[in-house]
């Protein structure tokens, strides 16, 4: 990999028509937050296929692969600063590398290297586990861009650490692209009968309400200018967040809420919505 350090938006580029996707959702990421873009694509040579190629003949597929895709930004988005990386190994391994110094990592749902029955390749759910920055999965059909449709960003909140960098990360995309902010507690109702002794659900609801409007006190003040609507919807959360995705720019969850366990990565909810969720959908770790 190229020894100069990546910072910025970087998207794992393979050729393939998710990684077009999310070349030109980055490139327009990039564009409105003001942010370099790094192309970087990644090869290797696997041993015991039945058709054995020169180690040079690949490198040089990997490079013309590589230089399709920074030309391909050029064209769509001749303002950006953008450099292609030529990187040989294990592509997950190399995309949470590059993570490091980076922004945000954007890749396609599924690349050539997937299997059709897949929904969603192995080196995006491993980086999206894995990379130390957020981590934006494109998928679904993007709708028209930002000046021609109003949009807005949906987030998913249950007060754990994970979900408050979500929700950072919400208002700044919202902030560059002038979205509105739509932020969602999952609220599950307890069937009738079976609420415990002198617990008010009602009141909890309002409690939970409250905590949700003082968590965002900070991202409201450092982004005056983004609309907000934020809400209590009964109903388990991937369900309520698919929903509510279904019109979304973009959904952004915790990796790991309230209920998942230490030794998880990705928890049910988050590792649901990236395998099936209607849009773009960005993954945030907790520092």
């Known amino acids: 990999m190229n020894d100069e350090p990546i910072t910025g938006v970087v998207v794992g580029y393979d050729g393939s028509t998710g ?56 064209k769509v988005a001749p303002e950006l600063t953008v450099r292609g990386v030529l990187a040989r190994g294990q592509a997950a391994a190399r995309l949470i590398e590059a993570g ?20 969603l390749g192995s080196v995006g759910a491993q980086v999206a586990a894995h990379a130390p920055c957020p981590v934006v999965i ?17 987030v998913g909140v249950d007060g754990s ?33 079976e609420t415990p002794p002198l617990v008010d ?28 609507q934020f809400e209590i919807v009964t109903g388990p959360p991937r369900e309520v967040l698919m929903s509510a995705a279904e019109e979304a720019r973009l959904l952004v969850v915790g990796s790991r809420g309230l209920g998942g366990f230490r030794g998880l990565l990705l928890g049910s909810v988050s590792h649901a919505l990236v395998h099936h969720a209607p849009c773009p959908v960005a993954v945030v770790h907790a520092s």
Not at 100 to 119: E, I, K, N, T, Y
Not at 147 to 154: D, S
Not at 163 to 183: N, P
């Open 138 to 154: 494109v998928r679904g059909e993007l709708v028209p861009p930002p000046e021609q449709v109003h949009g807005h960003v949906v």
């Open 161 to 193: 650490a994970a979900s408050r960098e979500a929700l950072a990360l919400a208002f700044t995309e919202a902030g560059a692209h002038g979205w509105d902010v739509h932020a969602l507690v999952a609220w599950e109702a307890v069937p009738e009968g």
């Open 100 to 119: 490091r110094g980076a922004d945000m990592v954007v890749l396609g749902p599924r690349g050539l290297g997937g299997f059709v029955g897949l929904v």
């Open 201 to 228: 659900e009602s009141g909890m609801r309002d409690a939970a309400r409250a905590r949700l409007a003082r968590m965002m006190i900070p991202s409201r003040e450092l982004h005056p200018d983004v609309k907000v």
């Open 19 to 74: 990684g077009v996707q999310a070349l030109e959702w980055a490139a327009d990421e990039a564009r409105a937050r003001g942010l370099p873009l790094t192309v970087l694509h990644v090869w290797d040579v696997y041993v015991g296929g039945p058709i054995a190629m020169p180690v040079v003949d690949l490198r040089a597929v990997a490079e013309e692969n590589l230089n399709s895709g920074v030309e391909h930004v050029r």
